[in-house]
């Protein structure tokens, strides 16, 4: 029936745009619970008056236009550069840690070692643009070495797990587990050995020289002209140039055709004379990579200064990748979006500390209820496929059902079942 | 008398899904103590009939009676309450109980919360004497043989007290001897006042066991006959729109040169240590369908995947005049092609749409590659021409998922892809499983014209039927060793019977005359064709 190739199309559209409401609805319900959580503390904390309860929701749903407070005391809205820069430069490490889960993820593994790598990444490029002199090797070069040879790092670094996975058939979840908190420590070794701690600035300890110390910062390319005031720079386009690689290796090329083989089957890849266990080791060199050049643009950018006494937390920009990966439902380029608005959360936080008696942690609480939501809309899903998968198998049926209603018939009789 | 003459009676139900009749008004009358057989093709509504017996559906039209009276059931535990049990096509067992916790599980007896398994063991082991029906009954699920687990599902319900039992293909994943086991039970059964219902589009064991047949068809009742007073050919008219040719058309082989030569090749096995494939010398020649036969686990997988390169092998195989032992999958696929045994775990990948599932080998071909890119246009093409010729019917032409296919169209997907890279070499295990008569008279015939084209053909097959009718050759496989060697022609299912269970063995001389036939056979043709051209 090739005569369907129409309508198949149009079915895939469907599809996802499903998808897509799938996750609009997700965000929509994160936000009103985030409204009213703040409505709640509004009300029974007696400090805070209802003039500041409304002001909490506003911002929480409006922060991003925030500008401020006119003469009256009421919060004006419009077009606010520095908040709207400063998202774009928080979005840049967790589109691309959000990209590595989601390649991980289409490739059948979980990478939930992004934290790891993510340090790895940050360890690479900091040593190398705080140690090359800056007045013997051009600044821009100095740059371009510590972002390669941080996604190189990131790349063997995320390869471990992919290697035990392919090889010794162990989990790549307990290995990518194991593997961040080595690096967590291995990464506070490094810099408590090292001499580029922060010794000008006698109030702060643990903390590392930013890149500017060496003249090492990630260009603006022009952002800055935009968002002026903020922190934003030309690391946000090159998250996008990745996200729009991967999405074209992902699903135009033999390569990508390959990884997603052996994430969806190992068995059958391999039975088509696929290497399957290079394959498992790549997608995770890979995805090592993205999250290390995570790290690396976040702390290249010259106005961020490295916390290196990491051994006793993970950096949460990897684990945000997850939560990103999840509401972008995979999609490379869907991870730009959701990783902007996990950032936009992030901003309008910062506004509601600022602007009311609110604290920023209640956004905390509004991504929680996203990434439940996402993650329960998928888990639905793909009980559904389950379902459907079993309808089949029992009734084996192919050739009475007709097209248009193959798709819908078992998901409805399943839930005719429940 | 005559109002209880039935057990149960399923009167005009109708079942709808969306967009689809699955059950049209159809009635099923089971007598006590009868087999009752439900026929029909793979989607003819079959299943879903049993589920609404069983509680899994409601119908939307029709009435369920009980010996008489009209009963209502919503749930699997009403059913069970009216004493009807389902043996599924799946087992229903937990893999790490033993054989008398699964029988009890669900229906234990307990004296103040602890269980009281002695007076359980004891009714089992009365029912196992009773039907015959020899279990384990410490053994762990997970260790038992198929045959042994469906005993345990059987047990399962006769320890429920169940009058009306129902069978879902319980044949499928039986070996043949498992096969008359189970007839021999089920009449057992029948005769003690069970009353049968016995799901399967298997002509042969319908003819044997089964009292009355009901057939449907696309979701309609077709009609009810007593097995004496039918034969096969009309049950397969009746179950079928077009009457299907039972028997493979084929010409006399006429075999050519050797395209596969294997020497000492030995495997080990998936399962234990040794070996599971030992010493297996034979060849396969243009023209010809050789068969592995043999009762599941003798060591057809692992020979399989060893010579697909799936798993590692030793000795010597020789493919078109080249020894491939140490060859990558890949490499090996350049004159081999193979349609493997377990479509869902090895043929498809599932989440693929077809169209990608058609290019799985061939991706990194031109034209479906250009600059390391899949060229989606030339892959759309492939898969409408293969979808065409092969008549691949699926929801949305290339675009559907593998998944949502019924299994005889990924079957007839696998086929496709794999027939249409034209290698010299087919390797085709159980590619009939599970199917319908349509779709195997199509498979078989698919065969055929690839060896009548001077493909060398290896067939690996637990189906006698299958075996004796597509075959050229046979070669026995017992324990992982070749014990005998027929012309399919000159030899009986009994006698391949006798070789399978490894009651009788060729010596070589034996086994080199069937060769010499055979290769005389081949040198007249190579003479012939030299004549000719």
């Known amino acids: 029936m090739p005569k369907t190739d129409k309508n198949g199309l149009l079915k895939q559209e469907k599809q996802s745009s499903k998808t897509l409401l799938a996750s609009l609805i997700s965000i929509f319900i994160g936000l009103i619970v985030g409204a009213i959580v703040v409505w709640v503390v509004g009300a029974v904390t007696p400090e805070i008056t209802a003039k500041g309860t409304s002001d909490g929701i506003k911002l929480i749903l409006f922060g991003l236009f925030n500008t401020g407070r006119n003469a009256s005391g009421a919060l004006t809205f419009g077009f606010n550069a520095v908040n709207i820069g400063n998202m774009l430069f928080r979005a840049t490490p967790i589109i691309l840690t959000g990209l590595s889960v989601a390649i991980a993820n289409q490739t059948g593994l979980f990478n939930i070692g992004a934290p790891g790598q993510y340090l790895i990444g940050t360890c690479v490029s900091l040593y190398l643009a705080l140690s090359i002199p800056s007045d013997k090797v051009h600044p821009v070069l100095i740059w371009l070495i510590a972002f390669v040879a941080a996604m190189a790092a990131g790349a063997l670094w995320g390869a471990i797990p992919g290697a035990l996975k392919a090889f010794l058939n162990m989990n790549e979840v307990i290995a990518c587990i194991m593997c961040n908190w080595i690096a967590a420590n291995v990464v506070t070794w490094i810099f408590d050995e090292s001499n580029l701690k922060n010794t000008t600035e006698g109030t702060k300890t643990a903390y590392i020289y930013k890149t500017t110390y060496n003249n090492v910062a990630t260009g603006k390319m022009g952002l800055d002209k935009i968002f002026p005031g903020s922190q934003v720079n030309g690391g946000f386009f090159i998250a996008v140039l990745f996200c729009i690689i991967m999405w074209v290796i992902m699903s135009k090329t033999t390569f990508g055709y390959q990884l997603k083989a052996c994430g969806s089957n190992r068995h059958a890849a391999k039975y088509a004379g696929i290497a399957d266990k290079r394959n498992i080791v790549l997608s995770m060199a890979i995805a090592g990579a993205l999250s290390s050049a995570a790290g690396a643009l976040y702390y290249l950018a010259g106005n961020t200064e490295f916390f290196w006494s990491t051994y006793q937390s993970l950096p949460a920009a990897g684990f945000t990748g997850i939560a990103v990966a999840l509401l972008a439902v995979n999609n490379p380029l869907g991870v730009i979006f959701s990783g902007s608005f996990m950032s936009m959360l992030t901003v309008c936080g910062t506004q509601l500390t600022y602007m009311t008696p609110f604290n920023e942690y209640i956004t905390d609480v509004i991504i929680a209820v996203i990434v439940y939501i996402s993650a329960f809309s998928l888990i639905i899903k793909m009980l559904l496929n389950k379902r459907k998968e079993k309808q089949y198998d029992k009734r084996d049926g192919g050739e009475l059902i007709t097209p248009e209603k193959a798709q819908d018939e078992p998901a409805e009789a399943a839930g005719k079942e429940a | ?533």
């Open chain 2, 1 to 533: 008398m005559a109002e209880n003459e039935y057990v149960i009676e399923m009167l005009h139900i109708t079942k709808v899904f969306p967009g689809i009749i699955a059950n049209d008004d159809i009635t099923l009358q089971l007598k006590k103590g009868e087999i009752h057989a439900l026929l029909g093709e793979n989607g003819a509504g079959k299943s879903t009939l049993m589920s609404v017996l069983f509680g899994l559906y409601q119908p939307e039209e029709g009435i369920i009676k009980k010996n008489g009276e009209v009963v209502k059931i919503d749930s699997p535990n009403d059913a069970t309450a009216l004493h009807i049990g389902m043996v599924h096509q799946h087992f229903k067992l937990v893999d790490v109980f033993t054989v008398l916790d699964n029988i009890i599980l669900g229906a234990e007896d307990t004296k103040m919360g602890f269980l009281q398994k002695k007076a359980a063991r004891k009714k089992v082991q009365e029912l196992s004497e009773k039907y015959g029906l020899y279990v384990d009954l410490d053994a762990k699920v997970e260790n038992i043989t198929v045959g042994m687990q469906q005993r345990t599902e059987i047990l399962k319900m006769l320890y429920r007290d169940n009058e009306i039992l129902i069978f879902d293909e319980p044949t499928a994943v039986l070996t043949p001897q498992e096969i008359d086991e189970l007839m021999a039970i089920m009449k057992n059964l029948a005769a003690e006042g069970k009353s049968i219902l016995f799901i399967s589009h298997k002509l042969n064991e319908i003819m044997a066991v089964a009292d009355r047949v009901t057939v449907l068809r696309k979701g309609k009742y077709i009609g009810t006959v007593n097995t004496k007073d039918t034969n096969k050919q009309e049950l397969s008219n009746m179950m079928v729109v077009r009457p299907v040719q039972l028997q493979v058309v084929k010409d006399e082989a006429k075999p050519g040169d050797v395209v596969l030569r294997l020497e000492n090749f030995t495997v080990p096995s998936e399962v234990h240590k040794g070996n599971a494939v030992k010493n297996v010398s034979f060849d396969v020649r243009r023209g010809e369908i050789v068969c592995i036969a043999g009762i599941d686990g003798n060591g057809q997988t692992e020979f399989i995947h060893g010579l697909s390169g799936l798993s590692k092998s030793s000795g010597k195989i020789e493919l078109c005049g080249e020894d491939i032992s140490g060859y990558s999958i890949k490499k090996r696929g350049k004159n081999m092609s193979h349609i493997p045994e377990d479509r869902h775990k090895h043929g498809l990948i599932l989440d693929f749409t077809l169209e990608e599932n058609m290019v799985l080998q061939r991706f990194r071909e031109s034209p479906f590659q250009k600059g390391g890119f899949i060229d989606r246009a030339e892959v759309r093409k492939y898969a409408d021409r293969l979808i065409e010729t092969y008549d691949v019917r699926s929801g949305q032409g290339p675009i559907t998922l593998a998944r949502s296919m019924s299994g005889g169209n990924q079957q007839k997907a696998i086929i496709a892809r794999e027939l249409d890279r034209n290698k010299d070499l087919v390797v085709a295990v159980q590619p009939t499983r599970g199917l319908d008569v349509g779709a195997i008279e199509f498979i078989h015939s698919q065969l055929v014209q690839e060896r009548d084209e001077g493909k060398a053909i290896l067939l690996v097959s637990l189906e006698l039927d299958e075996v004796l009718s597509l075959s050229d050759r046979i070669l026995v496989m017992y324990e992982g060793e070749i014990v005998g060697e027929f012309l399919s022609k000159d030899v009986t299912a009994q006698e391949l019977g006798l070789y399978m269970s490894g009651a009788k063995r060729m010596d070589e001389t034996e086994m080199e005359k069937v060769e010499e036939a055979e290769l005389k056979a081949a040198k007249e043709n190579t003479e012939g064709g030299s004549k000719d051209a």
